[in-house]
């Protein structure tokens, strides 16, 4: 067995920023240059807690192991050589923002994100089928995005709202590798091995907060999300052949 794994625990807070995964630079950008202050975040790739494992197992059975060390070549053939891997990684939720939409009550070239209202945020759940506030339902932040867009109201001019206040789901994933190595029986050097990998093997969901619609001038699919983080669950086959 090899097996290996790490925890993180952090805080990360900018001025401006972007999640990896988006592949650009973002729109975190100073609104008001008089008090840059307003705009201070956490930043949007923070993810506060993560965890990652590793394992590698070869089962200890088959000729040359502690297990049936003596068995003949064809018996080994089909209960040696077998091998199992796996990697867990799990983190905290991405932190998000809602928009004041195309107002630009401070900086005339960029808006401002949506301030509070005082009326209690619902809580997050990433319901996989929410009525929206107007249209087809649909995948959404909140049970009840009418209740949660009452949450935010316009900012105000001088003002920058709220960053990076909210966070959605972190990343969850497990994958796994089954292996069955075969020795050629003219050379004990030379080896075949099948290989069976899963990607996502618990086929778990996981949204992607950054695509959720989050305009307050464009509410009827608010809090709307388009994508996920990570992908449904793959399989490859593989055979290798080393000499």
Known sequence: ACPAHNYTWSKSEDWGSTAEASGSFGNDFVINSWNPSQVWGVSRYDTTQAVNAYMVYQLPLGRGRKFGSSMSK???????????????????????????????????????????????????VNSTNAPAV????????????????????????????????????????????????????????????????????????????????????STANFGKLSSQLGTPRQMQFALRFTF
Do not use: C, H
């Open 74 to 124: 064809p018996l080994d053939a089909i209960v040696g050589g077998w091998e199992t891997s796996g990697t867990y990684r799990q983190t905290s939720g991405l932190p998000f923002s809602a928009g004041d939409g195309s107002r630009w009550a401070t900086n005339w070239q960029l808006s401002s994100f949506a301030t509070p209202s005082g009326v209690a945020l619902p809580p997050i």
């Open 134 to 217: 107007s249209g087809s339902a649909g995948p959404n932040l909140w049970a009840n995005p009418t209740t949660a867009l009452a949450s935010f109201q316009e900012t105000l001019a001088g003002q920058t709202g709220s960053r990076d206040a909210m966070r959605g789901s972190g990343f969850f994933n497990i994958d796994s590798g089954l292996y069955k190595n075969f020795t050629m029986p003219w050379s004990e050097k030379q080896r075949l091995q099948f290989r069976w990998e899963s990607y996502n093997v618990s086929n778990s969901v996981r949204f992607d907060p950054a695509s959720a619609s989050l305009s307050l001038t």
